[in-house]
């Protein structure tokens, strides 16, 4: 379990501990560990691409400058510091082209490393993070040198957390995030296996690493020699993981997702906006946003980012979060190729967010123990709580007000044909949704600073303060 996060405290990995100091994270490391470091810093690919920003930087750092209250007890025999990373996500809030992406980065790094004696034991997403729309690997003591005709034991791994769920989504259009988030060990052969027809059996990579892996684990499984043994056993070669990666590499940037049609993904320009409505709300939440300079803003169903990009303008940084992964995925691509990079898009169902997962609950933490927010944008989204996810409207507010920030929230009456729409066929129990009602929730949970109906009548946005 090798990540950085945000919150104070440490935890225990293989490669060592890590802790946080003044909000920089250090990791302690075993001798092993630091002995793998010391010839990955020798390496030229190493600070190649730490410089490119696809390794986090990472120094070496001598214990006598944290005090011995601030590291961890334990022997041990050095200590690095990481450049830090804005949010940590995991792979269940990850787009489909943001899986990929990810795992096309760990195949790099680990075609990489192999040509100058390492490569990357571990092979999950969960060591990779973002800055904004970019991949970013944190997990540094993954590199190790290779042993002569030892194989790559990260294989399994990198085909649980990364090609299954990849190809589960392109070829049978299953969404791969709650399964990820069901079982953080991924999926398995025999369940990708299971799941895939016959027919798929002749698309690229099935055969070779579903369903061989299925029949090698069934055969193999139950033998007291360890996988890796076996491998090692069979004569692998330095050539030969290097082979495989590369054809993992053609594979993996192949796969295309192509989403079905989604009533999220048009929305910014199919809904009951008029011109003058459109124009006043990007106005306000223009204001709203020139306050001042805010640490980090969460835009809350966030669409296809339009005030995501808005708030990224006065925001050092932007988490846009989105239910519909369609939608995410547009978003992401457009940030890859166009900016800002501050933004982060994320597949969040804020009716069922992201909980804490793993061992005692603290190997994958909560959506907001990761982090909380100086501004929330919640733009035509209380409706869709209240109506669509049965949220008790008070409930919601005071979710809201719990993030601790400046608030700017949209209120969309009954008439608005969005509403009406919800409702179509809903037998009406919302009797909490009501403007008088929900500007007295507003007022017990925030200081109103402003409020504006826009020019339709039919919607009304608030600044506030909790």
């Not at 792979?91 to 790094?109: K, T, V």
Request: proline share 6%; net charge neutral; charged share 25%.
């Amino acid at each position: 379990m090798s990540e950085i996060r945000t919150e104070p405290g440490s935890y225990r990995d293989r490669h060592g501990r890590v802790f946080y100091k003044d909000s920089a994270v250090y990791r302690a490391l075993s001798r092993h560990s630091l002995t793998a470091w010391e010839t990955l810093e020798k390496t030229r690919f190493f600070p190649r691409l730490v410089e490119e920003g696809l390794i986090v930087g990472t120094q070496r750092v001598d214990a006598a400058e944290l005090a011995s209250s601030e590291t961890p007890p334990g022997d041990w025999a050095g200590i690095l510091r990481h450049e830090t990373v804005p949010y940590v996500s995991y792979p269940y809030e990850w787009s489909f082209q943001m899986l990929q992406d990810a795992a096309l980065l760990q195949l790099r790094l680990i075609s990489e490393s192999l040509a100058e004696g390492m490569i990357l034991k571990d092979a999950t997403p969960y060591n990779v993070q973002w800055n904004g729309a970019r991949p970013v690997f944190i997990d540094i003591p993954s590199f190790e040198p290779l042993p002569p005709g030892e194989a790559w034991t990260g294989y399994r791994q990198f085909c649980s957390l990364y090609l299954y769920p990849l190809m589960l989504q392109a070829y049978r259009n299953l969404p791969f995030q709650h399964w990820l988030r069901g079982s953080l060990d991924g999926i398995s052969p025999r369940e990708c296996r299971d799941v895939l027809s016959t027919r798929d059996l002749f698309r690229s990579g099935v055969l070779l690493h579903v369903w061989l892996q299925s029949r090698f684990q069934e055969k193999y499984g139950a033998r007291r020699e360890s996988t890796a043994q076996l491998l090692k056993d069979a004569g692998f070669s330095r050539k030969a993981i290097l082979s495989n990666v590369r054809r993992l590499t053609r594979m993996v940037s192949r796969l295309r997702w192509t989403p079905p049609a989604s009533q999220w993904t048009g929305y910014a320009g199919d809904n009951s906006y008029s011109q003058p409505d459109r124009e006043a709300k990007r106005e306000f939440v223009r204001w709203a946003v020139g306050r001042r300079r805010w640490e980090t803003t969460w835009d809350l169903g966030a669409n296809t980012g339009d005030y995501s990009r808005l708030a990224a303008a006065g925001s050092e940084y932007v988490l846009a979060m989105e239910r519909d992964s369609a939608s995410v995925d547009l978003l992401y691509r457009d940030l890859r190729r166009e900016g800002p990079g501050n933004i982060l898009p994320l597949v969040v169902n804020l009716a069922d967010p992201s909980p804490s997962l793993g061992w005692r609950c603290t190997e994958r933490t909560s959506l907001t123990r990761r982090g909380t927010p100086e501004l929330v944008l919640c733009l035509a989204l209380i409706h869709h709580m209240i109506i669509d996810a049965n949220i008790p409207l008070e409930e919601f507010i005071e979710w809201l007000s719990g993030l601790g920030g400046s608030l700017v929230i949209e209120f969309v009456r009954r008439d608005d044909p969005m509403v009406r729409m919800l409702l179509r066929n809903k037998e009406d129990q919302y009797t909490d949704y009501r403007m008088d009602y929900f500007e007295e929730c507003l007022g017990k949970f925030f200081r109103v600073h402003r409020r504006q109906e826009l020019p339709s009548g039919s919607r009304v946005l608030y600044f506030s303060e909790a």
